[in-house]
């Protein structure tokens, strides 16, 4: 009999078998695709040579994870490149607020208005950023805080609602930027909790940067998976899991599914009936002729490229989204243009770049246009930069990953209570009613991202079941 056995090999379930594995106990891990990775993954969707990632290609939260910075994972082929800003957020004039490793360079290009008020709001956390990320991503109620007064004082700041933190800001530069930051987990601006968000990605950014992984997101997944192979762990891909019984006997079962897959592979009945999921959004990858054309200078040399031209507009999209169930007209982009600092993603001379805009949860509408509409906004000339692309809504997402239930990238929803609190209101969120089955997807602390650290937390609940066993 196994110890234990993973269903879902995305960064989660990757890093609970690893981690179990670690401690010597027997692990096999389970994939209905045919390759892992989960979101963390890497194909040629468009022409030969065009290396594109389905999901998520910028790592704010992975290169800054205490799951992955424990692991040995640059020996299996790892490397983090990073552009020479991690962030531009482009505004209709031609101008770029941007998002540095830089605090000084970030809070100059906010004016001399806001410039004070940036470096106010994130100094207090800069030389803390290890501690406080390992705090506030740590197994809920088992690891006391390390410095409980600077996560106290994050929390003062973070778990109000943006739009007050926005306060702080007198022009429109800073405003702009912090709601695009919010605006990477679909929260409407004015929800519990969401000035962490934006927090978080901007003190990532400062300490750690927004890197890509070098030859696509697949290097993270292959090199969780490789580690895991030398630990003596078992991957099986191509394996589709319908029920507990089509697993082999096992002391726990630990799933990176969505809730609603697991009640139903369990036979959990409605014990997440409650759980939400949000908006979804509609992708494309594209192929191009040559570097996008933005107007702004600053986004060339920015990795990631936030597009709305005021926080007023980035609002408005994600209420269209997320309250008034329709696809929004102009529509809050976040794009990310690997291939600026990794010339192995395309041939030479070649680009690869991908945008997607929130829609209502599965939407089966095309937002082509708008999107592109958007980006000739700020980049003049786009349309005609195009090789080809890859389009992908709702239920394309959810075909490609079970786990984006109605195209929700998340795994469920982050508003309310439920940004902290998921996928039930439960001091053991792993736990499920099963004692040997827990869930580490990223429907659990401390939510979305390719960071591991759902799949970290659950792997600690499971091995002090193990050993109590």
């Known amino acids: 009999m196994l110890d234990a056995v993973v269903v879902g090999a995305g960064p989660n379930g990757l890093t609970a078998a690893v981690e179990l594995a670690r401690r010597g106990f027997s692990v096999a ?80 290009s906010f004016g001399p208005r806001d410039a004070g008020a940036y470096r106010r709001l994130v100094t207090p956390f800069l030389h803390r950023w290890d501690t406080l990320v390992r705090d506030f991503m740590s197994l809920p109620l088992t690891a006391l805080p390390r410095d409980p007064v600077t996560l106290a004082r994050f929390g003062l700041v973070g778990l109000p609602p943006s739009t007050w933190l926005a306060r702080r800001f007198r022009d429109e530069r800073a405003r702009t930027l912090f709601a695009g930051l919010v605006a990477h987990v679909m929260a409407p601006l004015s929800g519990f909790a969401t000035s962490a968000i934006g927090l978080v990605f901007a003190l990532a950014a400062h300490t750690r940067g927004w890197p890509v992984a070098r030859g696509g997101s697949q290097a993270i997944s292959d090199a969780l998976a490789g580690h ?51 908006p979804g959004v509609f992708k494309i990858d594209y192929a191009l002729d040559g570097p996008v054309p933005w107007t702004a200078p600053e986004a060339r040399r920015a990795g990631t490229v936030q ?24 529509p809050f982009l976040i794009t990310v243009q690997p291939s600026v600092v990794d010339a192995t993603r395309a041939p030479d001379g070649k680009h690869v770049f991908w945008a997607y805009g929130h829609v209502p949860h599965g939407w089966t509408g095309d937002l082509t246009d708008a999107i592109e509409r958007q980006l000739e906004r700020f ?8 090789l080809a692309r890859a389009t992908a809504g709702p239920p394309e997402l959810a075909a490609r990953n ?49 960071h591991g650290m759902p799949g970290h937390n659950a792997a600690k609940a499971v091995w002090r079941r193990l050993r109590q066993t």
Not at 239 to 259: G, W
Not at 379 to 386: I, K, L, S
Not at 430 to 435: F, I, K, L, Q
């Open 228 to 278: 895991l192979r030398d630990l003596g762990g078992a991957v099986h891909t191509d394996y589709e899991v319908k029920r507990l019984d089509d697993l082999p006997p096992a002391r726990a079962y630990v799933f990176d599914t969505s809730p609603t897959a697991l009640a139903r592979i369990a036979g959990f009945g409605d014990h997440y009936a409650r759980y939400r999921y949000g």
């Open 29 to 108: 891990l389970f994939e209905a695709k045919g390759t892992v990775g989960g979101g963390a993954r890497t194909e040629e969707l468009t022409l030969p040579g065009f290396r594109h990632d389905p999901c998520s290609a910028a790592h704010p939260l992975a290169v800054s994870s205490p799951a992955f910075r424990g692991l040995p994972l640059e020996r299996y082929g790892l490397e983090w490149l990073h552009p020479e800003l991690p962030m531009a957020h482009p505004f209709p004039d031609g101008t770029a607020a941007v998002l540095s490793r830089s605090v000084g360079e970030t809070a100059a």
């Open 379 to 386: 980049a003049p000339g786009f349309r005609d930069r195009v």
């Open 402 to 450: 079970a786990n984006y239930v109605g195209g929700d990238i998340a795994t469920g929803a982050v508003s309310g209570l439920q940004t902290l609190l998921r996928p039930k209101l439960s001091l053991f969120p792993y736990a499920t009613p099963h004692p040997a089955v827990f869930i580490c997807s990223q429907a659990t602390p401390p939510g979305p991202g390719v």
């Open 307 to 330: 597009i709305g031209a005021d926080s007023a507009e980035i609002g408005a999209a994600l209420r269209a989204a997320s309250r008034e169930k329709r696809a929004p007209d102009a």
